[in-house]
Nanobody, 125 residues
Framework: QLVQSGGGLVQPGGSLRLSCAAS????????IGWFRQVPGKEREGIAY????????TYADSVKGRFTISRDVDKNTGYLQMNSLKSEDTAEYYC????????????????????WGQGTQVTVSS
């Protein structure tokens, strides 16, 4: 099970950190992905971190502003979001996947095994 926390309302230019805590399994054996979805639009993959090497991949829309990471001791993944824009407003989801080796491209959502419940991020003044 993945349990997310950390969403909310933030002003443009602000920062938020999303957390994705795993229970019942060791998250360090899994790749972690972050996705977001706006009503009426397709889900968008935005970040990925591999299980072993820690290789990361980002969507162009968030590159340089968002950072994906994991804390092995806390069995938790994170998405640090800086310089937030109104277009970052969305429901954000974390996901864990086995065997997702780094390819330089974001793995599609159907390759992930477990999903968080989602958390709303609203960027507005």
């Amino acid at each position: 099970q993945l349990v997310q926390s950390g969403g909310g309302l933030v002003q443009p230019g602000g920062s938020l950190r999303l957390s994705c805590a795993a229970s019942g399994f060791r998250l360090d054996n899994y790749a972690i992905g972050w996705f977001r979805q706006v009503p009426g639009k397709e889900r968008e993959g935005i970040a990925y971190i591999s299980a072993n090497s820690g290789d990361t991949t980002y969507a162009d829309s968030v590159k340089g502003r968002f950072t994906i990471s994991r804390d092995v001791d806390k069995n938790t993944g994170y998405l640090q979001m800086n310089s937030l824009k109104s277009e970052d407003t969305a429901e954000y989801y974390c996901a864990a996947g086995l065997g997702l080796v780094p390819t330089g491209r974001l793995p599609p959502g159907n390759l992930y095994n477990d999903w968080g419940q989602g958390t709303q991020v609203t960027v507005s003044s």
